[in-house]
């Protein structure tokens, strides 16, 4: 089974590499049954990956310990949920992963373009098989999943202990939809550098393209601070660690390129920043990726340092090399004689929205690489810590947030100022009362959680009114009731609205990161009996339990939690090592409301039940998850489709876009004469 494993890849790869020559020598002789072989090799590839996949699992399943993948990344007592998950608990499973389901958005591409955008399509498929082939050519050569080990252990080494979470059995495949899923819009952008069609069409195409990757981009990236918050004891939810910085820096990016290209919907400018963006945020996933899995910067997400390292940096270059060629090739088509036609303009708002974005990815980018290049200059490793990244990014972030309110404000091209003062004064009232408020009575004092709320309020006003805005009118077109109205309101307008409860969305998350501010810590050594205070709260030691199994030894104690003298419940905070692994992990106990979280860690249990507590008091957190969810809630109806008028209107645009572009072709063809 094994070795029809890796022969299926071998012919995975071959298939694969069938399809990118046999796509780009269709489209150059113009046969279209060339093509449709380049497609056929394609799903090809989805369908080998797919049987090498399942061969994989079933080696999991079936505690297959002659494969060396499954020895070193599962045993018999390991649940059969975490068994699923061991597919990419390692660095060869995770690489058949990324290979596999980047073949399966192939095959979703191609079945929806079998009718259409068949002018882009070809040299699609042979971007997409390119890079499907890489990451092929890396099983097959340097990390082959089905190697066998040359004897049969009685049993495996087993998943690592702290991956062994719910968080995690979703967290990693949503990061890898996300890093994956950006390889379509970069194959688009590509085809449309080499046809030519650089127009507005192929920003159709892709939106929900890069929607969609966004979407489990930025819900993986709360996945994994859900599970770093309760598996890791260390009572925060977000360190800047390399790998959270680098699923961070293309969902920045692609933000980015949500918002331009609006502007280019609208009016024929920013193509070369549009096309930079999407290019720049998939160049950004696979640099994600090479940080996992190079090992050349410390965190706790990475596999160690190995030999696949260099190849990834070598396949970076030539796709940051190749898309500056397709670049420059199209560049005069690219540029627009239009500007921006007023300041106080969406559009505008837009373009800063975008530099702030930029100027976030390129800050993070600096700080996670930094390490390495102080290294490779002095000789000394110097890592950039958490306070060098909220100095950086709290200001820019608390600029993005105004814009998010501000945006929905302006008029497009111009807004006048009758406009300007009948939006901005309710939402602006709002928040300074708010604010006010929050300082004098004494519930904010710190100056950025101030600015922060403030900001909150100013946002929230401005998407309520909105919303109120638009219901209002149609109650008074159709007569509806407000709620109907409202409902009827938003499935009109998906993408509107949609991205109106993504900002609600973003709202909520900054309410959450806000409460930061206000975290609390207490750090303490009882015997039972006693108690430790924080806050409101009373912690009393009641008694410890200690077991073990075949698989680890787990220790525990029991709290008795009191607030405000009332007795609100008991808390069991708990420390497991792991006997294969040889490893502690660590069972947070958390008593989460909707105000705040009371975070206890168990650090440690002497033989005479002395216990060593450290207490969180973490206010606000709840925000975040329930952000995570509103704006999954708001991407999923900006993703519902819209009416055909509209994508007729753009291509009549991109018409008569080709036409001015043909005609300044032929003038500044004349003046050469």
Same mark, same amino acid.
């Given at each position: 089974?094994?070795?029809?494993?890796?022969?299926?890849?071998?012919?995975?790869?071959?298939?694969?590499?069938?399809?990118?020559?046999?796509?780009?020598?269709?489209?150059?002789?113009?046969?279209?049954?060339?093509?449709?072989?380049?497609?056929?090799?394609? #799903?090809?590839?989805?369908?080998?990956?797919?049987?090498? *996949?399942?061969?994989?699992?079933?080696?999991?399943?079936?505690?297959?310990?002659?494969?060396?993948?499954?020895?070193?990344?599962?045993?018999?007592?390991?649940?059969?949920?975490?068994?699923?998950?061991?597919?990419?608990?390692?660095?060869?499973?995770?690489?058949?992963?990324?290979?596999?389901?980047?073949?399966?958005?192939?095959?979703?591409?191609?079945?929806?373009?079998?009718?259409?955008?068949?002018?882009?399509?070809?040299?699609?498929?042979?971007?997409?098989?390119?890079?499907?082939?890489?990451?092929?050519?890396?099983?097959?050569?340097?990390?082959?999943?089905?190697?066998?080990?040359?004897?049969?252990?009685?049993?495996?080494?087993?998943?690592?202990?702290?991956?062994?979470?719910?968080?995690?059995?979703?967290?990693?495949?949503?990061?890898?939809?996300?890093?994956?899923?950006?390889?379509?819009?970069?194959?688009?952008?590509?085809?449309?550098?080499?046809?030519?069609?650089?127009?507005?069409?192929?920003?159709?195409?892709?939106?929900?393209?890069?929607?969609?990757?966004?979407?489990?981009?930025?819900?993986?990236?709360?996945?994994?601070?859900?599970?770093?918050?309760?598996?890791?004891?260390?009572?925060?939810?977000?360190?800047?660690?390399?790998?959270?910085?680098?699923?961070?820096?293309?969902?920045?990016?692609?933000?980015?390129?949500?918002?331009?290209?609006?502007?280019?919907?609208?009016?024929?400018?920013?193509?070369?920043?549009?096309?930079?963006?999407?290019?720049?945020?998939?160049?950004?996933?696979?640099?994600?990726?090479?940080?996992?899995?190079?090992?050349?910067?410390?965190?706790?997400?990475?596999?160690?340092?190995?030999?696949?390292?260099?190849?990834?940096?070598?396949?970076?270059?030539?796709?940051?090399?190749?898309?500056?060629?397709?670049?420059?090739?199209?560049?005069?088509?690219?540029?627009?004689?239009?500007?921006?036609?007023?300041?106080?303009?969406?559009?505008?708002?837009?373009?800063?929205?975008?530099?702030?974005?930029?100027?976030?990815?390129?800050?993070?980018?600096?700080?996670?690489?930094?390490?390495?290049?102080?290294?490779? *200059?002095?000789?000394?490793?110097?890592? *950039?810590?958490?306070?060098?990244?909220?100095?950086?990014?709290?200001?820019?972030? #608390?600029?993005?947030?105004?814009?998010?309110?501000?945006?929905?404000?302006?008029?497009?091209?111009?807004?006048?100022?009758?406009?300007?003062?009948?939006?901005?004064?309710?939402?602006?009232?709002?928040?300074?009362?708010?604010?006010?408020?929050?300082?004098?009575?004494?519930? *904010?004092?710190?100056?950025?959680?101030?600015?922060?709320?403030?900001?909150?309020?100013?946002?929230?006003?401005?998407?309520?009114?909105?919303?109120?805005?638009?219901?209002?009118?149609?109650?008074?077109?159709?007569?509806?009731?407000?709620?109907?109205?409202?409902?009827?309101?938003?499935?009109?307008?998906?993408?509107?609205?949609?991205?109106?409860?993504?900002?609600?969305?973003?709202? #909520?998350?900054?309410?959450?990161?806000?409460?930061?501010?206000?975290?609390?810590?207490?750090?303490?050594?009882?015997?039972?009996?006693?108690?430790?205070?924080?806050?409101?709260?009373?912690?009393?030691?009641?008694?410890?339990?200690?077991?073990?199994?075949?698989?680890?030894?787990?220790?525990?104690?029991?709290?008795?939690?009191?607030?405000?003298?009332?007795?609100?419940?008991?808390?069991?905070?708990?420390?497991?090592?792991?006997?294969?692994?040889?490893?502690?992990?660590?069972?947070?106990?958390?008593?989460?409301?909707?105000?705040?979280?009371?975070?206890?860690?168990?650090?440690?249990?002497?033989?005479?039940?002395?216990?060593?507590?450290?207490?969180?008091?973490?206010?606000?957190?709840?925000?975040?998850?329930?952000?995570?969810?509103?704006?999954?809630?708001?991407?999923?109806?900006?993703?519902?489709?819209?009416?055909?008028?509209?994508?007729?209107?753009?291509?009549?645009?991109?018409?008569?876009?080709?036409?001015?572009?043909?005609?300044?072709?032929?003038?500044?063809?004349?003046?050469?004469?």
């Amino acid at each position: 089974m094994n070795q029809l494993g890796y022969y299926l890849l071998i012919f995975a790869l071959a298939s694969a590499v069938y399809a990118i020559f046999i796509s780009v020598l269709g489209v150059r002789q113009k046969r279209e049954d060339l093509i449709r072989s380049g497609e056929r090799g394609a #799903l090809a590839v989805t369908g080998l990956l797919t049987l090498a *996949v399942i061969l994989l699992l079933h080696a999991l399943l079936t505690h297959d310990f002659q494969n060396e993948y499954v020895a070193s990344y599962s045993n018999r007592d390991l649940p059969i949920g975490y068994t699923f998950t061991a597919l990419w608990g390692g660095q060869k499973g995770s690489l058949l992963f990324w290979g596999w389901l980047l073949s399966l958005y192939s095959g979703l591409v191609i079945f929806i373009n079998r009718k259409r955008n068949r002018d882009l399509l070809p040299y699609v498929v042979a971007v997409l098989m390119s890079v499907n082939a890489f990451f092929i050519l890396l099983n097959v050569v340097l990390a082959n999943p089905f190697e066998t080990l040359p004897f049969l252990p009685a049993d495996g080494q087993g998943l690592n202990p702290i991956l062994q979470h719910p968080a995690m059995a979703i967290h990693p495949p949503m990061l890898y939809l996300g890093f994956v899923g950006f390889t379509v819009p970069f194959a688009f952008a590509i085809a449309a550098l080499l046809v030519g069609s650089v127009g507005s069409s192929w920003l159709v195409t892709i939106r929900r393209w890069t929607l969609v990757p966004w979407l489990f981009l930025g819900t993986g990236l709360l996945l994994g601070g859900r599970w770093a918050y309760v598996e890791l004891g260390w009572g925060g939810y977000w360190g800047w660690d390399p790998v959270e910085n680098a699923g961070f820096m293309p969902w920045l990016t692609a933000t980015a390129f949500f918002h331009s290209i609006m502007i280019q919907e609208r009016k024929p400018i920013l193509r070369v920043w549009n096309m930079v963006l999407i290019l720049l945020t998939f160049t950004l996933s696979i640099f994600g990726t090479f940080i996992t899995r190079s090992g050349i910067i410390s965190s706790v997400h990475t596999f160690t340092e190995s030999s696949i390292g260099p190849f990834f940096l070598i396949f970076l270059l030539a796709i940051v090399l190749f898309s500056a060629f397709a670049l420059g090739r199209r560049w005069k088509d690219l540029r627009s004689q239009e500007h921006l036609d007023s300041f106080t303009s969406r559009e505008t708002g837009f373009l800063f929205n975008n530099l702030l974005l930029l100027t976030a990815a390129f800050a993070i980018f600096l700080g996670t690489v930094y390490p390495v290049i102080s290294e490779a *200059v002095t000789d000394t490793k110097i890592t *950039v810590g958490p306070p060098w990244f909220n100095f950086i990014m709290v200001p820019i972030g #608390l600029i993005l947030l105004l814009l998010t309110g501000v945006g929905p404000l302006l008029a497009w091209r111009r807004t006048s100022g009758r406009i300007l003062r009948k939006h901005f004064s309710i939402p602006l009232i709002t928040a300074l009362i708010g604010g006010s408020l929050l300082f004098f009575l004494g519930f *904010v004092r710190h100056f950025y959680a101030l600015i922060s709320f403030s900001i909150i309020l100013f946002v929230t006003a401005t998407i309520v009114s909105e919303f109120t805005r638009g219901a209002r009118a149609r109650r008074h077109a159709t007569g509806e009731i407000l709620p109907k109205a409202l409902y009827k309101l938003t499935l009109k307008n998906k993408r509107r609205y949609g991205g109106y409860i993504v900002h609600m969305a973003i709202v #909520l998350l900054f309410v959450g990161f806000t409460g930061s501010a206000f975290n609390q810590k207490v750090e303490g050594t009882l015997m039972p009996g006693e108690s430790l205070h924080l806050g409101k709260y009373r912690l009393e030691y009641e008694k410890p339990y200690r077991s073990r199994d075949d698989n680890k030894m787990s220790v525990a104690v029991r709290l008795r939690v009191y607030r405000e003298g009332e007795e609100v419940g008991r808390l069991i905070p708990q420390r497991y090592f792991y006997w294969m692994q040889e490893q502690p992990t660590t069972e947070v106990a958390l008593r989460s409301t909707l105000k705040e979280d009371l975070y206890v860690v168990l650090a440690g249990l002497t033989e005479n039940e002395e216990a060593t507590l450290q207490v969180y008091l973490n206010p606000l957190v709840s925000f975040i998850w329930i952000g995570g969810i509103v704006n999954i809630l708001g991407t999923l109806i900006a993703i519902l489709p819209t009416r055909r008028p509209k994508r007729r209107v753009i291509f009549e645009r991109e018409r008569k876009e080709k036409e001015s572009l043909a005609k300044e072709t032929e003038v500044r063809e004349l003046i050469e004469v």
